[in-house]
């Protein structure tokens, strides 16, 4: 059974420019979240997905957007990229009725 | 508002001596408690959790942990460290109310010695 799975796993991007992370969740859920974890820090709640809508988010402005897809996969888009942007993101996926989240390996993302 | 303490920046044990990493948080309601461990470079591996019931809770690797509601506490506790267990440990509150939230400490990273 394969676990949540994120793509790609590094990334360096440079100011102003625009970014799409990927993530599969494990099999059989149908919610996922997005987490921010900057270097030293917990992770941050961005948003979460569930039946393709934003059901919830965290204290990010609107340059952090995302999408649900049918197969409950989802991306984080970060659009005008700022060096404070630079961070691991993780997307975790979960049962809806069950408090429970699996986490996959992240994305390191690199603005310059 | 909701948040999630733990004290110990840095910890370091000998292999073999026992741990416990702290935990405080802050929540109006019952919260849901999680001990996640991160090895280096990678994503959050879930060592225990507490919903409800039997305050002692047993994980993964040995892990245990203790919720105490007088002093909104969930400490991770191992009685005899490995040097496998060096990696960082969050501490993390989910939300009741239908969505699974979680809210996250800074991290206490441990460091063992041989």
């Known amino acids: 059974d394969a676990g949540v799975t994120q793509s790609p796993t590094h990334l360096i991007k440079t100011r102003g420019q625009q970014v799409t992370l990927r993530c599969s969740p494990k099999s059989g859920h149908d919610t996922v979240s997005w987490y921010q974890q900057a270097l030293g820090q917990g992770p941050q709640f961005i948003f979460q997905y569930y039946e393709e809508e934003e059901r919830q988010r965290g204290n990010f402005p609107d340059r952090f957007s995302g999408h649900q897809f049918p197969n409950y996969s989802s991306e984080l888009n970060v659009n005008a990229l700022l060096l404070g942007d630079s961070a691991l993101y993780l997307c975790a996926s979960s049962r809806s009725a069950v408090n429970e989240q699996f986490f996959g390996p992240g994305t390191r993302l690199t603005v310059l | 508002a909701q948040s999630v303490t733990q004290p110990d920046i840095h910890i370091t044990v000998s292999e073999g001596a026992s741990l416990e990493l702290r935990c405080n948080y802050s929540?109006?309601?019952?919260?849901?408690l999680f001990w996640y461990v991160q090895s280096p470079g990678q994503g959050l591996q879930l060592l225990l959790k507490y919903f409800s019931g039997d305050t002692l809770v047993q994980g993964i690797k040995g892990f245990e942990a203790e919720f105490k509601r007088s002093q909104s506490s969930f400490n991770l506790r191992k009685p005899s460290v490995h040097w496998s267990d060096a990696a960082e440990y969050f501490c993390?509150?989910?939300?009741?109310?239908?969505?699974?939230?979680?809210?996250f400490g800074a991290g206490t990273r441990l460091a063992v010695h041989p």
């Open positions: 993390a509150v989910g939300l009741s109310g239908g969505y699974n939230k979680l809210i």
């Open positions: 929540y109006g309601a019952t919260p849901y």
